[in-house]
């Protein structure tokens, strides 16, 4: 009976290591680099639902990085960056006045690159 709680637990033990392996591996694969910070400091974060994301977009000509609002912010308002991470400008917020992103609805999805696992 020993032998098994014990071996229950060094498997359980192992697989919780293969998944955060496993999610180190996913992070690290995320290009450009500068989005991991961003995805490390959105999984420090309360979950979010719905879950948070990061898509590429084709939008002016270049590949643009939109990452989803938390929904624990009051007002949110979606972030999009360019390749070196830098906010070029914001969609949405509550009403709409965060806007800046002129033109974004002839934006391009490409794909969705990240989504919060958890």
């Known amino acids: 009976m020993k032998s098994n709680i014990l071996i229950s637990i060094t498997v359980a033990f192992l697989l919780g290591c293969s998944s955060d392996s496993s999610l180190n591996s996913e992070i690290e694969a995320i290009e450009p680099e500068c989005l991991r910070d ?45 390749s070196n991470c830098e906010t070029i400008c914001l969609i949405g917020g509550i009403d709409g006045s965060d806007n800046d992103c002129e033109n974004f609805d002839s934006a391009v999805f490409i794909e969705t690159i990240w989504t919060d696992p958890r």
């Open 38 to 82: 961003i995805v490390k400091s959105i999984l420090e974060e309360e979950v979010s639902n719905p879950k948070r994301t990061i898509s590429t977009y084709n939008f002016n000509g270049e590949m643009v990085f939109v990452i989803t609002p938390s929904s624990h912010v009051t007002e949110p308002a979606t972030n999009v960056v360019n």
